[in-house]
């Protein structure tokens, strides 16, 4: 191998293999999953080179997985979403979101539950749960193997953006399920990652998990059990929250809509799949977008990303309506030039807008394009920081 690969570990060239940097990942990702964040213990810093028996069971024990789901689907070098037997594999996993899976989890998203996301979203047209498990595994991956640098028959995709050997479909990472101390739900439902159809079904797995512990593993509370099962993700609004919210596809929106209280299912399926990613706070959906910009909540981008994305699931985007104050008695109008307008007799013209309670629009669409809750609020505003008059740009009737 010394002749394929390079030896030792530093100065390797960028399309070069280290055989010692590959056995120090290896026995780095195997180490316990309370360690799984430490990038550098999965690089191989703090572990060895050394090949010895505690790594051959490992390697064994992996081996007998991929080399089970190699047999079975030996004739595709490159395996991806193109496969045909696909569809069956997503209707296969989104059945466990239905009914959960024994004591491992209870149903969480269920036909019921997706219908009312539906419903809230103003869809009339039909979307299936598994139009959105494919939506939401292309933000992820398109492949189960056969990508790589370069392009390797049989390589299991792996997530470009980390170290933990997030795992193909699913992207559950390697920890999570073959270190020696890996996460009890993933370790007891004992489903082979490297076998395409059960990768998928670790993505339900992981979404639709109750927090069990034991004496020797991790608990792990999947984001849609706390959204669907328990309800522990819908949060109050609370005071400065939203008076309504439209539905819009483009530049088109529909009425205003009235909001609830609390998160409603629409808000838990964006927070649960956020969640998925990184938690994105313990705030309900519109104060969220509120309070952190773009660059701050990436888990909220990646949600807006899935659900709301023309390429991917393709659901209207939600827009919130605010209270943004009420306008003076004696709010002019502004002309072109700048200045309040005057009557024929040298009185200044009143705006009809005079004195009434004004409102603004800020949600999904305007915060993944970078807007902000207050810039937005501010530009809609009839004075200016200093009170003086100003054209308000994008004030909307509060009705």
């Not at 070069?16 to 430490?38: L, P, T």
Request: hydrophobic fraction near 30%.
């Amino acid at each position: 191998t010394n002749k394929i690969y390079y030896t030792g570990r530093d100065g390797c060239a960028a399309t070069s293999v280290s055989n010692e940097g590959m056995v120090r990942r290896f026995k780095g990702r195997h180490i316990k999953s309370e360690d799984a964040g430490k990038t550098e213990r999965n690089r191989g810093d703090g572990v060895d080179g050394v090949v010895n028996n505690e790594m051959l069971t490992d390697i064994e024990k992996l081996w007998r997985q991929y080399y089970g789901s190699y047999k079975t689907y030996a004739n595709y070098t490159r395996l991806d979403k193109t496969h045909p037997q696909m569809n069956t594999w997503l209707t296969n996993a989104v059945e466990l979101w239905e009914n959960g899976m024994s004591t491992y989890f209870p149903a969480t998203y269920t036909a019921e539950k997706h219908q009312s996301v539906l419903t809230l979203a103003g869809v009339t047209t039909t979307k299936t749960r598994e139009e959105l498990l494919t939506a939401w595994k292309s933000r992820e991956t398109t492949s189960h193997w056969g990508e790589g640098k370069p392009t390797t028959a049989f390589r299991m995709t792996e997530g470009g953006a980390d170290e933990l050997g997030s795992m193909s479909f699913n992207q559950v990472l390697f920890q999570y399920r073959y270190s020696r101390i890996p996460l009890k739900i993933h370790r007891d439902t004992n489903f082979n990652y490297y076998d395409p159809e059960e990768n998928i079904k670790g993505f339900i797995v992981h979404t639709a998990a109750k927090p069990t512990v034991d004496a020797t593993s991790m608990s792990h509370n999947g984001a849609f059990y706390q959204a669907f099962s328990t309800g522990s993700l819908a949060k109050n609004h609370g005071t400065g929250a939203p008076v309504g919210y439209k539905r819009c596809s483009g530049t088109t929106c529909s009425a205003k809509v009235a909001l609830g209280t609390k998160d409603d299912d629409y808000e838990l399926l964006a927070k649960a799949i956020a969640t998925y990613n990184v938690n994105p706070g313990s705030s309900s959906w519109p104060m969220l977008l509120k309070n952190k910009t773009k660059s701050d909540c990436k888990s909220c981008e990646y949600s807006i990303d899935v659900r709301n994305s023309a390429s991917k699931y393709g659901l209207p985007y939600r827009q919130y309506i605010w209270k943004g104050g009420k306008n003076p008695d004696d709010m002019p109008i502004i002309g072109a030039d700048g200045n309040p307008e005057k009557n024929p007799d040298g009185t200044q013209k009143i705006h009809p807008d005079h004195g009434k309670d004004w409102c603004f629009a800020f949600g999904e669409s305007e915060w993944v394009n970078g807007k902000t809750w207050n810039e937005i609020k501010i530009a809609a505003s009839s004075i200016d920081e200093n009170d003086d008059p100003k054209t308000p740009i994008g004030q909307i009737s509060c009705l």
